[in-house]
């Protein structure tokens, strides 16, 4: 690990910007949050590498990328900050971190309890006051904190889980993982407008799987 972290962030975030990330807020949270943190340290080495990392219980970090893509399309064409948000899949902590910079209120949701705890050590130092780590099946979703401005999931199943729309404020936008074909997925953007929700297929991706219950 290079001593200097920072100027290491500073680069991934360049790239990133590069590859067409446009939000300068998305950009400047990822400088400021340290992903090495956030993943084993025999992995730390790798961590502002462009690529996703396990993070135990067959669980992996998603990819820089990835996290900006998604956090881009959150922020996409709000000049005001997130109010509440809903994240499905907690896992080590890292993107509700990032998160907790651009909302106002960030809920993070985990199924399995040996990662609940990790990403609650993990964040631990970082003292977000503004987050809050749940143990419970996202599936869910999580109805006391509803309705949300933006829902996240980091999991896909074969399809958007009904208590996400219901929980989805009128003007808000739901990014997530969703089956196209056995073994396929792709990003898909969801708008709750006026009209009904209004829904977006984007490109493939490659996410774990979304599954209901709590381990
Ligand atoms: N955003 C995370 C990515 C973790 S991977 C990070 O920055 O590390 C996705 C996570 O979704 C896994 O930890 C998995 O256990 C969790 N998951 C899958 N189905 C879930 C569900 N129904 N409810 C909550 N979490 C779920």
Redo the contacts with the bound molecule.
């Keep these: 690990m290079p001593p200097d972290t920072q100027a290491v962030r500073a680069s991934m975030v360049r790239k990133l910007a590069a590859q067409g990330v446009r939000e300068a807020r998305v950009l400047a949270a990822m400088e400021a949050i340290e992903r090495h943190r ?1 993943v084993d340290s025999a992995l730390a080495a790798q961590a502002y590498e462009d690529t996703s990392l396990p ?1 135990g ?1 067959g ?4 990819k820089p990328s990835v996290v900006a893509r998604m956090l881009d399309l959150l922020l996409q064409g709000r000049a005001q900050p997130l109010g509440r948000v809903l ?10 971190a990032v998160l907790s910079r651009l909302a106002a209120e960030v809920y993070s ?4 309890r040996g ?1 609940h705890e990790r990403a609650r050590e993990n964040l631990r130092p970082l003292r977000l006051a503004n987050l809050h780590l749940l143990l ?4 869910q979703g999580y109805a006391k904190g509803a309705p949300y401005a933006a829902m996240i999931a ?2 896909g199943g074969q399809a958007i889980p009904p208590a996400w729309l219901e929980q989805l404020a009128p003007g808000g936008r739901l990014v997530a993982p969703v089956e196209t074909a056995a073994g396929l997925q792709a990003l898909v953007v969801v708008d709750h407008t006026p009209g009904g929700m209004r829904q977006t297929v984007l490109e493939p991706v490659h ?6 219950g709590v381990l």
Excluded at 87 to 96: L, N
Excluded at 136 to 139: A, N, Q, V, W
């Design positions: 956030f993070i219980l669980q992996t970090i998603s994240e499905i899949g907690t896992g080590c902590g890292y993107q509700a949701i985990e199924r399995l990662l419970g099946d996202g599936m980091a999991a996410f774990v799987p979304l599954k209901a």
